[in-house]
């Protein structure tokens, strides 16, 4: 038998009250290229992570060749021969080629040569294909060549076993044929590779097995040969039940946000959204679907006039409610109180003296209207439970009725309790006139919520069908 | 849950005396100096007695008490402003120059131009380090902690150069004329009208702070920047920008205070540091300007009771700096378990 | 006599520069692993009160083992906060210089008597090299200098080859740069910044030593001088390699000695523009360094916020 050969079997992992994985099982042959399929949230990097050594599994054996292994860190996994190539790269942007691939050479007194490990660099290339330039800051490369520099620096260490976590997310197509046609010579010459993606057309077209993770379980591991598009988009969606009519839906009024034509660059310079118009009317929800990095957090901060468009037009009303993903560090100042977080919206328009006595009572009415648990309004927002912080980030932003609100990821990390709030929130909303986009990475969510799906792929942003199929299907690039 | 609030109240003044005393007892000890007279020298130089208190104690802290609040409000904001002691060599330069050069105006019109030229002063040092920091990226702490040793030898020029007293003998300026001083407040004793100036500060930035839409937005910037930029739209470099110059101008105006109510003329060690003390006062007081004011006193008392030990025990006064470095060191350890546990909380690995 | 006076410029220059030169390679170090110690201040008095403590007792070679000790003590006390308790280092570094110069200023007074009478410990006199020391210009520069300068000229070398060809300076500079990806390669950069720390301390303590043992011949509450802020400035300025280092030391050397120039050669010079210079010279040095990468990517950053 060549290359390394792994498992890993009956595995559990908990976050907090998440349970990531629950009792998942894969098997890589040795040799292979293996590919892992699923949806956002489905536990495919969480696998692949306690694999690596990263974390540790609550339960179940992961074995190599059949030996059990039990890492504390990923230095473990990498002497027995594993690499993995994170999906946001561990590169030092301000070090060269070489100096990013001999770091990590272990002893005080060991030297660094910087011909040597251009040497290296050069060798590896070599044999391998995948050349790059030594001397290049890796600041200055395109993220295709960082990419190989990961694998590269992989590949330094010995490694006979990859894992690439999204490899082609930031690659264009051409970048991408050329990654998987290198993936299968490494796998000829007797590597072994994980390849964890979206994709699922290419990952059939170029893995030998597949393995499909639906929320933490391993719902199908089959040979490729013996599948074709429909059972595996089957096994990644489930039984998906279209979502029954959808309850109190209000009248659709006026258009209140208009976007023509819109680009968004990002700091870099790299084009994040491209050609994004789109319509959102009074009393609608809209539902934003797409895999991470699609373009949709640019499309959600141009509506919510946070982020200005490079190119285009845009018409949004002055106040739009906006619920960005990461509460803690967008929405709220932990440490502040209830109602000093309730004055921060719109802090930069306010004038004179605050208003604390009318602030502290609006504040009051928002915890009552909105089913918020807290001790008192004067208690910092950090002692909140992640799902009353989120209860009260949604009721400050939709205070006073604005025409619009933006809801990024609105229900990430909450419990199904909570969850539940949320939803009923955003649709008394829509009951009231007010015009909704909703972005979640939990197309369940979307499907029960929203009135209509825009997908975002690639940077565009795409009209579809409410029906889940076609939705996941346009997410993945499968028409 | 964050640190119980008692903890706070509580710890920190306990945490403060016990570090003051074991410094104290270890110097005393180790330099077998006279334990019951150090302590007398400390209670009656400091508080003992109302010269004490009124003379040393107060007109050591007034300086301190703005200064504390230049530090606190600049770090409320979240700007690094070491540059306390640079600006407030700047803020005393421009009062005794204004003081020398318009001599011959009235007590009250001088008086209030000297101060405002110390305020004007201060801020245009912390503007140097502002534009830098807006324009060119360059840390504050880097650039004020170069401008306090421009200051310096500006000031070491000034007073050996174009500001020397007319018989050229002293390395100082010329001695303000009683019109420019500041006047004392309370008859027979030195405390002068810099403590009220000090204490009208501390209270109108407390109002400030809390009270006004500006002040809210600082607190905010400091707070969180980056929902202050998200949820609140505020333009935070804007907001920054701002709160540095009239941090500089607090500090000039200690300056100002000093030079006008104090020594009456400027010469090289105007400051003995009182720029880095400002530090462990506004930390101390955990940035709350109501709070510098008390600091500003405990430590005004430390420094007059720490003078009058040196003058009849022999205790080194300098040992009030280790003070001051233990008590930053001690809340910055308190405010570490204080994030401990709110990180603790927060941390939960996404599931993908 | 023109000779002469350049002659002494030089070697006022030189000398002038090498305290300041082993406090900036150590500050250098500790900055490529990403700490800003702005308590190195402390360190270097706490160096010189050693040596003038050490020197004392067991002559010039023992001053400078203690120096060494004393700066390592206080750099550890920087290192715990920083580091392990991963407190801010701007507030850290001021509490620390506080701290080295309140410090050495009570015991020298304990140890020494409050009235401050000059103490003189052994020094260290110029060890003149045959021939070379006696070359017009430089030879007084170069070749008369105590044995102190003398030791620089290897440590610069040292510390250039140790940054940049050995593989725990490249581990060094990657935790400067980005932790996250350092540990992803198996390095502690708790660890490295540990001992970079340590390392400054001992180099912090040497300038004191050479300060005391070297060119004072006693030591004076608030010898340091500024050194501490000085060094900070002359990484900066030499952009943070160590080659960089040497030649601003010598630059803000020059800038000093400047004023001895000036007087030999009856220039209208104020003494305090040589000593301001330095701290012009790095601030239009910062503004002038916009866009360009120079310093450290994670220099000052500290996981967790206090206060």
């Not at chain 1, 990961?150 to 930031?170: M, Q, S």
């Not at chain 2, 003992?48 to 504390?68: C, D, H, N, Q, W």
């Not at chain 2, 105007?270 to 709070?291: D, N």
């Amino acid at each position: 038998m060549t290359g390394l050969h792994l498992s890993l079997d009956a595995i559990t992992k908990r976050f907090g009250a998440t349970l990531a994985l629950d009792n998942a099982s894969i098997t890589v042959r040795g040799g292979t290229l293996h590919a892992l399929l699923g949806e956002n949230g489905a536990g495919k990097t969480t696998l692949m992570r306690l694999a690596f050594g990263m974390t540790q599994p609550d339960s179940g054996v992961i074995a190599l060749n059949g030996t059990p292994c039990h890492w504390r860190s990923s230095a473990g996994a990498i002497a027995a021969g594993i690499g993995m190539v994170h999906q946001h790269f561990l590169l030092v942007p301000a070090m060269t080629v070489a100096e990013n691939i001999a770091l990590g050479d272990r002893g005080v007194f060991t030297g660094f040569s910087p011909r040597d490990a251009a040497d290296r660099v050069r060798r590896i290339g070599a044999e391998t294909g995948l050349i790059l330039d030594p001397d290049s800051r890796v600041g200055d490369l395109p993220v295709s060549a960082q990419q190989r520099l990961e694998i590269v620096k992989a590949l330094a260490r010995n490694a006979k076993f990859l894992i690439l976590d999204e490899p082609t997310a930031v690659l264009t197509p051409r970048e991408a044929q050329e990654l998987y046609e290198w993936l299968r010579g490494f796998v000829i010459r007797g590597g072994t590779v994980v390849l964890i993606t979206h994709k699922l057309r290419e990952a059939l077209s170029i893995a030998d097995d597949v393995t499909v993770l639906r929320r933490g379980r391993c719902v199908l591991s089959a040979p490729a040969a013996e599948l074709n598009e429909t059972t595996i988009v089957q096994a990644m969606l489930g039984g998906r039940i279209d979502p029954s009519p959808v309850p109190e839906k209000g009248t659709v009024g006026p258009v209140v946000l208009r976007i023509m034509d819109v680009a968004v660059d990002d700091d870099q310079g790299v084009r994040r959204l491209t050609e994004a118009t789109l319509d959102i009317s009074a009393g609608e929800i809209v539902g934003v679907a797409g895999v991470e990095g699609s373009g949709q957090r640019e499309l959600l901060r141009v509506l919510a006039g946070r982020v200005q468009p490079t190119t285009g037009q845009v018409r949004i009303p002055e106040r739009v409610g906006f619920v960005p993903e990461d509460r803690h560090r967008d929405a709220l100042i932990p440490e502040m109180t209830l109602v000093e977080n309730v004055a921060l919206q719109d802090a930069s328009l306010r004038t004179g003296r605050m208003q604390w006595a009318s602030i502290a009572s609006q504040t009051a009415a928002l915890v009552h209207a909105h089913d918020v648990r807290t001790a008192d309004i004067t208690v910092p927002v950090a002692s909140l439970s992640g799902g009353n912080q989120q209860k009260f980030v949604l009721a400050r932003e939709l205070a006073g009725a604005p025409p619009a609100l933006i809801a990024e990821n609105p229900t990430r990390g909450l419990d199904v309790r909570a969850t539940a709030q949320v939803l009923l929130q955003l649709r008394q909303a829509r009951a009231q006139g007010v015009a909704i986009v909703v972005y979640s990475s939990d197309l369940d969510e979307i499907l029960a919520l929203a009135d209509r799906i825009v997908v975002c792929f690639n940077g565009r942003v795409i009209s579809t069908q409410a029906d889940g199929d076609a939705i996941a299907r346009a997410m993945i690039g499968v028409s | 849950m964050t640190t119980p609030r008692w903890l706070t109240r509580v710890g920190v003044p306990a945490a403060v005396t016990v570090v003051v005393i074991t410094t104290l007892l270890l110097v005393v000890l180790l330099g077998g100096f006279d334990l019951s007279r150090a302590l007398r020298a400390l209670w009656s130089g400091s508080i003992g007695s109302s010269y004490a208190f009124f003379s040393e104690t107060l007109v050591r802290a007034s300086p301190l008490i703005l200064l504390g609040l230049s530090v606190a409000l600049a770090f409320r904001a979240g700007i690094f402003n070491i540059g306390a002691e640079g600006q407030l060599l700047a803020g005393a330069t421009a009062a005794v120059a204004v003081g020398l050069g318009f001599s011959q105006l009235p007590s009250a019109l001088l008086v209030p131009a000297e101060l405002l030229a110390a305020g004007i002063g201060g801020a245009f040092f912390a503007f140097i380090a502002a534009v830098l920091k807006r324009r060119f990226g360059v840390l504050e702490v880097i650039s004020t902690l170069m401008l306090n040793f421009v200051a310096r030898y500006a000031v070491s020029y000034l007073v050996r150069g174009p500001l020397q007293e007319p018989s050229h003998a002293y390395p100082q300026s010329g001695a303000l004329p009683p019109a420019a001083r500041l006047p004392t407040i309370i008859s027979g004793q030195q405390t002068h009208l810099g403590l009220l100036i000090a204490l009208i500060f501390a209270g109108a930035l407390w109002w400030y702070l809390r009270s006004t839409a500006v002040g809210f937005r600082v607190r905010v910037i400091g707070a969180g920047p980056i929902a202050a930029a998200s949820s609140g739209r505020i333009d935070v470099p804007q907001v920054i920008f701002g709160v540095f110059l009239v941090s500089g101008a607090i500090a000039g105006l200690a300056g100002g205070i000093q030079a006008t109510g104090v020594t009456y003329a400027l010469y090289e060690d105007i400051s003995p540091g009182l720029g880095y003390s400002a530090i462990a006062v506004a930390l101390l007081a955990r940035l709350h300007p109501l709070a510098v004011v008390i600091a500003a006193l405990f430590f005004g008392a430390l420094e007059a009771g720490a003078a009058a030990m040196q003058r009849d025990a022999s205790v080194p006064a300098v040992f009030v700096a280790v003070v001051e470095a233990l008590v930053i060191l001690g809340v910055l350890a308190i405010g570490r378990v204080r994030t401990q546990i709110a990180v603790g909380r927060l941390t939960a690995e996404p599931a993908e | 006599m023109s000779n002469n006076a350049i002659g002494l410029f030089l070697e006022a220059t030189v000398r002038t520069a090498t305290p300041l030169a082993y406090a900036a390679l150590g500050e250098l170090v500790v900055e490529r692993s990403g700490v800003l110690n702005i308590g190195l201040e402390g360190i270097i008095i706490a160096g010189a009160f050693g040596a003038l403590v050490g020197a004392g007792a067991g002559g010039a070679t023992a001053g400078f083992v203690a120096a060494v000790c004393a700066g390592m003590i206080i750099a550890s006390i920087f290192a715990f906060f920083v580091v392990t308790l991963k407190s801010d280092q701007i507030i850290s570094g001021t509490a620390i210089s506080m701290f080295g110069l309140g410090v050495t200023g009570v015991l020298y007074k304990i140890l020494y008597g409050t009235t401050g009478a000059a103490l003189h410990t052994p020094t260290v006199g110029p060890l003149v090299i045959p021939f070379l020391g006696d070359l017009p210009w430089v030879g007084g520069a170069l070749f008369a200098q105590p044995v102190v300068t003398y030791a620089l000229y290897p440590l610069v070398v040292a510390v250039w080859c140790f940054l940049n060809r050995s593989a725990a300076g490249l581990a060094l500079r990657a935790v400067g740069e980005r932790p996250e990806a350092a540990r992803a390669a198996g390095i502690s950069p708790s660890r490295v910044q540990w001992i970079s720390i340590l390392f400054g301390g001992a180099m912090g303590g040497l300038c004191g030593g050479t300060l005391v043992i070297a060119q004072a011949g006693t030591f004076a509450e608030g010898i340091s001088a500024g050194r501490g802020v000085i060094a900070i400035a002359i990484v900066v300025l030499g952009r943070w390699t160590a080659v960089g280092v040497a030649g601003a030391a010598l630059l803000f050397g020059a800038a000093s000695a400047l004023q001895y120039l000036a007087q030999a050669k009856g220039w209208p010079l104020p003494y305090q523009f040589s000593l301001a210079l330095p701290y012009v010279l790095t601030l239009v040095a910062l503004a002038g360094l916009r866009g360009r990468v120079a310093a450290p990517a994670a220099l000052a950053r500290s996981d967790a916020e206090s206060i």
